[in-house]
């Protein structure tokens, strides 16, 4: 019986143990997809214990503890973050199989040097463990990026943002993780939404002009979007119900945008008209700029509207969709494509059930431009487990070309979320090492490393082109 989450936890191969300790290991964290605040990372932030920097925002570990029966007084509730961090303890204690089971011990392992199990019994030693060493020099939002070997992170941002706290951030020579914005522009698109018209001002004064027409939409988003190229800005992200796919003539969209900002209801068919050319706005630009296009898609969000009311969204209460029409995304990506040529783009479902038209509609766009120019995204949140990772890299290696991806990434609110990273690179080579030892793939490992690291971090340099300090 292997030990417990030793060094070589995951590694059930010698070919997966020399790749991973070999390759994978030393290779910097490029994190170009996450939820970070900037101001908390320009800021230093410093916790004063365990639950601020562990459960505080983490909806993972909120859903667990809603599943094991824990009341919500210990989870978002009143209770004193002494007795919530027990309560965690308690149920990822008996968190077999589960992920978070995983995290949770290589994250008390990498930043803690805690290598017992933690549970109910022993909550009060990691307790006092954790806060003595979150007191101690260098345990801050930065000093925990430094401590994970992250080279790049990118965040988050509205279109509005300011982009305040990347400039101190470049400006910093101390602090060497380069923190880069990343446009997510939903805010924009989602026309369905009671507050769309108040978020259409608050783009009108970023872009320091008046809105009064779709054409003006585009123009004040080019101009934001400028802004961000200028501040080092590389990437789109969009989170999706679905890749839409519903044209309609300039007239149509005018038309749908005048009787939203009357205050009148757009109907369904309208929504998906708006996003539509919003979308192929985007893609256009995109490829003009050399920008890399995220499309996340394949969530219903929201779904218990009770305890919506109360806490509001990103709180635990989404779920996966089971409607993702192929031949919309697949008309969306041919349009963009036929007007300009696609730009980088990564496609990534919320439903596991999606990864092989994933797969096999990214060979229908691929290019020169890039190696793997279309990509299919990692194992995205509700797969960001063994199975999820290994079903993920299996199809993508069945379907396309496993060498060209580019990894992985956390999409995290939390500055210990960097072992998610060791976490998929252990599943990564122990997947190769099996085909090594099944004879489906020599023990070459020139090759063999080289894939692993171009996985674990120079794909994602080449691919995204980030600018650098």
């Not at 599943?67 to 008996?94: L, P």
């Not at 080279?151 to 101190?168: G, M, Q, V, Y």
Request: net charge negative; with cysteine.
């Amino acid at each position: 019986m292997q030990a417990f989450m030793d060094k070589d936890f995951l590694l059930n191969t010698e070919t997966a143990r020399v790749l991973y300790h070999d390759y994978a290991a030393q290779c910097p964290i490029i994190d170009y997809h996450c939820h970070l605040a900037p101001q908390q990372i320009w800021d230093d932030v410093r916790y004063e214990n365990i639950t601020q920097v562990w459960l505080g925002g983490d909806h993972y570990k909120w859903r667990l503890m809603r599943c094991a029966g824990v009341d919500e007084y210990y989870i978002t509730g009143g209770a004193s973050d002494y007795e919530k961090f027990c309560k965690w303890a308690e149920v990822v204690g008996k968190g077999i199989g589960n992920p978070l089971y995983h995290w949770t011990h290589l994250e008390l392992q990498r930043f803690f040097g805690y290598h017992g199990v933690l549970s109910a019994k022993t909550a009060d030693e990691v307790w006092s463990l954790c806060n003595a060493k979150l007191a101690e020099a260098g345990y801050t939002s930065r000093g925990l990026i430094a401590m994970s070997n992250v080279e790049t992170i990118c965040t988050t941002d509205d279109p509005i943002d300011t982009l305040e706290w990347h400039k101190k951030l470049l400006a910093d020579d101390s602090f060497k993780t380069n923190v880069l914005p990343a446009w997510r522009p939903d805010k924009a698109v989602n026309i369905e939404k009671p507050d769309f018209m108040d978020y259409i001002a608050k783009l009108a004064a970023a872009a320091e002009m008046e809105i009064k027409s779709f054409a003006d939409v585009k123009v004040a988003l080019a101009k934001r979007m400028a802004y961000f190229h200028e501040n080092n800005c590389r990437l789109s992200d969009h989170g999706l119900n679905y890749v839409v796919f519903e044209p309609a003539s300039d007239e149509t969209v005018e038309a749908i945008f005048a009787k939203k900002a009357a205050g009148e209801t757009v109907t369904d068919m309208e929504v998906a008209q708006y996003k539509t050319a919003c979308m192929l706005f985007f893609g256009e630009e995109y490829k003009k700029l050399d920008w890399t296009m995220q499309l996340h898609y394949g969530c219903r969000r929201d779904n218990n509207q009770r305890q919506y009311a109360i806490l509001g969204p990103d709180t635990g209460y989404d779920t996966i969709n089971n409607y993702a029409p192929v031949d919309q995304m697949a008309a969306y990506l041919g349009a963009v494509e036929v007007k300009c040529g696609l730009p980088r783009t990564i496609l990534y479902s919320l439903n596991p059930a999606d990864d092989q038209a994933i797969d096999t509609l990214c060979g229908c766009f691929q290019g020169p431009e890039a190696v793997s120019k279309i990509q299919h995204g990692s194992a995205w949140w509700f797969n960001d487990h063994f199975t999820g990772m290994t079903n993920q890299l299996s199809s993508l290696a069945s379907l396309g070309y496993l060498a060209g991806f580019v990894g992985m990434l956390t999409d995290s609110r939390s500055f210990l979320s960097y072992p998610r990273h060791e976490y998929f690179r252990r599943i990564l080579c122990r997947l190769l090492g099996e085909w090594v030892e099944d004879g489906r793939f020599p023990q070459d490992y020139d090759i063999l490393g080289e894939i692993v690291k171009g996985i674990s971090c120079s794909n994602a340099r080449n691919y995204f082109k980030f600018p650098t300090k």
